[in-house]
């Protein structure tokens, strides 16, 4: 396993409010806890994460919201791409790539049609309508989320629900001020 995955791991545990730590990273991954411990300023030093560390939870969270970064990839790359993401990509001259395992939630999607409208995210649909989307852009997701027509309710994790519900409350307080 490359660093690169652990990194990422590592990002996406923080970035659920998971609290990892060194111990986990290693036990995961089966590296020491100093390599461990290495990737973990990696991702502090190298891509400037605002990384703190939480006593009670005995692991780390950021201070504010961070992403990893994106790269890109030449057109002559484009066969590393589609094994990235399992897609042809469009003919284009260069294609963007961010490096981050996707994110999960499990979303209840009430009617046939929404669910064929968010079909890019979805990855198993249940009988009852729930469904497990994956995307790697918390905030793509939540705009279509938001601009569903449909009644979808996110029902884990409890973090993407929340930030649904703060951007549904500022755009009300914010359009409510312009009366």
């Known amino acids: 396993m490359t660093a690169d995955r652990r990194i ?5 545990r923080i970035a659920e409010g998971r609290y990892p730590n060194a111990g986990h990273l290693a036990e995961r991954f089966e590296i020491s806890h100093r390599q461990a411990q290495r990737d973990v300023d990696y991702l502090r030093v190298h891509y400037g994460a605002p990384l703190a560390y939480n006593a009670k939870h005995r692991g780390f969270y ?30 284009a001259e260069r294609e963007i790539m961010q490096m981050q395992i996707p994110y999960t939630a499990t979303v ?16 198993r649909e249940g009988a009852d309508g729930d469904c497990v989307c994956e995307f790697h852009s918390v905030e793509l997701f939540l ?12 029902k884990e994790p409890a973090w993407l629900r929340e930030k649904l519900l703060d951007c549904a409350r500022r755009a009300i307080a914010n359009n409510e001020k312009e009366e």
Not at 76 to 85: H, I, P, Q, S, W
Not at 108 to 123: A, G, N, S
Not at 143 to 154: K, R
């Open 8 to 12: 990422q791991w590592l990002h996406k």
């Open 108 to 123: 209840r999607i009430p009617d046939k049609l929404t669910r064929f409208e968010l079909r890019r995210f979805i990855v």
């Open 143 to 154: 705009g279509v989320l938001l601009t569903t027509p449909a009644d979808v309710v996110v």
């Open 62 to 91: 950021y201070k504010k919201p961070f992403a990893l970064p994106v790269y890109t990839v030449s057109a002559n790359e484009k066969d590393y791409v589609d094994a990235m993401t399992g897609e042809t990509p469009v003919a």
